[in-house]
């Protein structure tokens, strides 16, 4: 299953009004949470473990470098991050929520770590059953207090805003994900730097598209 969808690319993004968010070079991981029973439950974009000893060493077997991902989230994010679940109405039903995150550390690069290296866990996007993705002005309304990615832009998607963007005018390492929408209608599309694909051919030579758009 695949639990967090693949972004597309600039080429076919609506014309509408969006919020451009830093996009982060880490490890895209998600967080399954429940009014009753709290977080649960946890996973890769494509895998789920239960939030268990049993299943956090299963996750550890299955991910290596990937090992202290579920302390770092426990440590930082989840407290908050459910006490913010809990205040916020929409979030009343019984439904599954997913929390998506990124971890990385200083040095992270196309979803890379270094073992010796502090991590982070920065919350992405929220996803409810029923009802789909948590539109980003809502997002950064109820979780912008918690650790998220910096928003850069926000306005119309125009071809002159990627470009900027390609060109390293808005201070990112790797680009920008535009998000705009709410709920089933929320779209995605992401941006890369033209530095970042000169890091990506350096680092992987003829391999790099399967890290680009």
């Given at each position: ?66 090992e ?26 019984r ?21 010796d ?42 071809g ?54």
């Open positions: 299953m695949l639990y967090y969808p693949k972004i597309p690319g600039p080429r076919d993004a609506p014309a509408g009004h969006c919020v451009a968010f830093e996009k982060l070079d880490g490890t895209n991981l998600h967080w399954c949470w429940g009014r009753d029973s709290g977080w649960h439950a946890f996973g890769t974009r494509r895998d789920r473990f239960d939030l268990t000893p049993t299943g956090t060493a299963a996750f550890a077997a299955a991910h290596p470098g990937l202290d991902a579920p302390a770092a989230f426990l440590d930082a994010l989840a407290d908050p991050l459910d006490a913010a679940l809990r205040h916020h109405p929409e979030f009343s039903g439904g599954e929520v997913r929390a998506f995150t990124e971890y990385l550390g200083p040095n992270s690069f196309a979803g890379r770590h270094h073992r290296e502090p991590k982070e866990t920065v919350l992405i996007d929220v996803w409810v059953e029923d009802s789909g993705f948590v539109g980003p002005g809502a997002f950064v309304a109820m979780f912008g207090h918690l650790p998220t990615p910096r928003v850069v832009y926000r306005g119309k998607l125009t002159a805003f990627l470009e900027a963007v390609r060109r390293g005018k808005y201070d990112v390492a790797e680009g920008v994900v535009c998000k705009g929408g709410h709920g089933a209608d929320v779209w995605m599309v992401k941006a890369k730097t033209l530095a970042y694909l000169d890091r990506l051919k350096a680092s992987f030579g003829t391999k790099w598209e399967a890290f680009w758009e």
